[in-house]
C-alpha cells in the first residue's frame, strides 16, 4: 500500500490549497480517507475524513466551512481543498486509508485507528 501525498506549499492567510493523495495497493473504494496534521511536538490530529462510499465528511471544528475534503475513485485519489487557510493551519499534513469495520461512531478522529499512512507534506500560511 502506497499513499502518495503532495500539493503543501506556502500560502497567504485568506488564499487556497489544495493537498492531493495518490493511493495504490488497495481497493480504493472500500477505504475511507482521512487527513491528519501534525505540528512540532505535537501527535497528530484530525482534519477530515470521508467514507469509502463518499456519503459523509467529517471535519475537525477548526476546518469546518474552510476545508473540504473529497475523492476522486477513478484515480484513486483524495484531496484537501484548503480556502481562507490561516496562520495556525500551518503543519505537516498527512493522508492515511482504513477499510476496517470499527466500533464506534468517531473512530475517524483517532489517528491510532488509522492504518494505512503516507508522508507528510509541509503547509505553511503565512504572508
Known amino acids: 500500500v502506497q499513499l502518495q501525498a503532495c500539493g503543501g506549499g506556502l500560502v497567504q492567510p485568506g488564499g487556497s490549497l489544495r493537498l492531493s493523495c495518490a493511493v495504490s495497493?488497495?481497493?480504493?473504494?472500500?477505504?475511507?480517507m482521512g487527513w491528519f496534521r501534525r505540528y512540532p511536538g505535537k501527535e497528530r490530529e484530525f482534519v477530515a475524513a470521508i467514507r469509502g462510499d463518499g456519503s459523509r465528511t467529517y471535519y475537525a471544528d477548526s476546518v469546518k466551512g474552510r476545508f473540504t475534503i473529497s475523492r476522486d475513485d477513478a484515480k484513486n485519489t483524495v484531496y484537501l481543498q484548503m480556502n481562507s487557510p490561516k496562520p495556525e493551519d500551518t503543519a505537516l499534513y498527512y493522508c492515511?486509508?482504513?477499510?476496517?469495520?470499527?466500533?464506534?461512531?468517531?473512530?475517524?478522529?483517532?489517528?491510532?485507528?488509522?492504518?494505512?499512512w503516507g508522508q507528510g507534506t509541509q503547509v505553511t500560511v503565512s504572508s
Open positions: 495497493g488497495l481497493t480504493f473504494g472500500a477505504y475511507a
Open positions: 492515511a486509508a482504513d477499510g476496517r469495520p470499527h466500533s464506534y461512531s468517531t473512530w475517524y478522529q483517532r489517528s491510532d485507528e488509522w492504518i494505512d
